[in-house]
């Protein structure tokens, strides 16, 4: 129906902007032309009320097509006279004014937002058609100038309002909103017959009524309890299969397992070529490291003792003197080497 109605106005708009591209032609030479746009204008209108269903378009839709239809009729016979065509043209611009004025209002109570948007263009339109109903503010213009200009304006007016015609659809979450109110209602609502109920219950009853929904909500509650923990339980346990490196399979899933194998390799030899699946890597045989007290007590050699054997007074002695005798001609040998093979020259004389 949205299109139909857009249809509407591009074909009363396109004829305007035709009007004003020949606004120096005959009226007679167009008028065909305009009684044709303004009946197939008027039919899609009409067509879109009917086809509206369920999302029902208000009725002033029908009746702009029924005066669009008529208005198109008239100006098809050529019973309109020259000098009230701009009336004419301005009577119907006025008419279709008012009704789009009215087709706002019917917008604001399903789009409160969008329905300001449509009002000027009805203003406009109604405006422009009072004045071409006056005669002497528009004797000297152009007439087609004139009927051009209404037919724009009208067309424009239409495809303003077909944009907001019809309940936008709600969005998710303007749903989710709609049922958590609705839901707060009922709850409320619920609460409000209980404290009903019990109120015109007597004293005894009203305890035993109490004591009961104190039991049931303490049992619901229990339920909960228990259901969460076993939901844990669950996740803990899965969680707890999937950390373990290991799986113990049964006999039975062994076996099942072997034979899905088996069956799965005599399908393959039976279809085409099979590939060789990838091995699990192996835990490769890291050398085991030695000890370092192992390792020191192989390496590191023990000194052998030495023998010490008591001496006397008289061989420690012998042996020192010995030693510095030994020191001195040692030290009288290193200096005749020296000066025997020195580089210098000529050679130092002892």
């Not at 109490?210 to 909960?224: F, G, Q, Y």
Request: with cysteine; proline share 5%; charged share 25%.
């Amino acid at each position: 129906m949205r299109i139909l109605t857009v249809m509407s106005g591009v074909i009363i708009s396109a004829t305007g902007a035709w009007c004003l591209a020949y606004y120096r032609s005959a009226f007679t030479s167009i008028a065909f032309v305009l009684a044709i746009a303004m009946i197939l204008s008027a039919v899609f209108l009409i067509a879109a009320y009917i086809l509206s269903g369920k999302k029902r378009l208000p009725e002033t839709v029908l009746v702009e097509g029924m005066i669009t239809l008529l208005f198109g009729f008239v100006v098809l016979n050529n019973e309109v006279p020259d000098t009230a065509l701009v009336m004419f043209f301005g009577a119907w611009l006025a008419i279709t004014g008012s009704i789009r004025f009215s087709q706002s209002l019917a917008v604001s109570r399903i789009d409160p937002y969008n329905w300001a948007k449509v009002l000027p263009m009805a203003i406009l339109n109604t405006v422009a058609g009072l004045i071409m109903l006056m005669h002497s503010l528009v004797s000297q213009a152009n007439q087609l100038t004139l009927i051009g200009v209404a037919m724009m304006l009208n067309g424009l007016s239409l495809l303003v309002y077909a944009m907001y015609m019809v309940k936008p659809e709600a969005r998710p979450q303007v749903a989710q909103a709609r049922a958590r109110v609705e839901a707060k209602q009922a709850a409320a609502e619920e609460r409000r017959k209980e404290r009903d109920e019990l109120r015109r219950l007597t004293r005894s009853e009203r305890e035993a009524k109490l004591r009961e929904i104190r039991l049931a909500a303490e049992a619901e509650a229990e339920n909960k309890r228990r259901i969460a923990q076993l939901e844990k339980e669950k996740q803990r346990a899965a969680r707890a299969a999937l950390l373990d490196p290991t799986i113990q399979l049964s006999e039975e899933e062994i076996a099942l397992i072997a034979g899905a194998d088996t069956a799965e390799k005599s399908e393959g030899k039976a279809n085409g070529p099979t590939y060789a699946q990838s091995e699990t890597p192996k835990a490769e045989n890291y050398p085991v490291k030695e000890d370092i007290t192992d390792i020191l007590d192989r390496e590191v050699k023990k000194p052998e003792p030495i023998a010490i054997t008591p001496l006397s007074a008289e061989e420690l002695f012998s042996n020192t003197n010995k030693q510095t005798t030994v020191s001195g001609n040692e030290k009288k040998e290193a200096g005749r080497f020296t000066e025997e093979f020195s580089w210098t020259w000529p050679p130092k004389t002892p």
